[in-house]
């Protein structure tokens, strides 16, 4: 438990940072997208797949707070 809360309020001061300074680092911003084959169709298709984007993890918990 004492580490569930270090982080909620290393997490908290993060994004509060963030917004205090109105910016976010630009390495943050940036992200992959990996094809994923759906598992029907024909994988020739371009249809048959779906993206994922990765984040920084710092990132997806930026955008999951803000959501």
Known sequence: MADED???EWLTSL???RVAQGRIPGDW???ILLPVIK???D???CG???AI???EH???VIERVFK
């Open 6 to 8: 270090c982080s909620v």
């Open 15 to 17: 994004c509060n940072l």
């Open 29 to 31: 911003k940036s992200s």
């Open 39 to 41: 598992g029907k169709g």
């Open 43 to 45: 994988p020739m298709e």
């Open 48 to 50: 048959s797949y779906r």
């Open 53 to 55: 984007k990765l984040l």
């Open 58 to 60: 710092a990132m997806k």
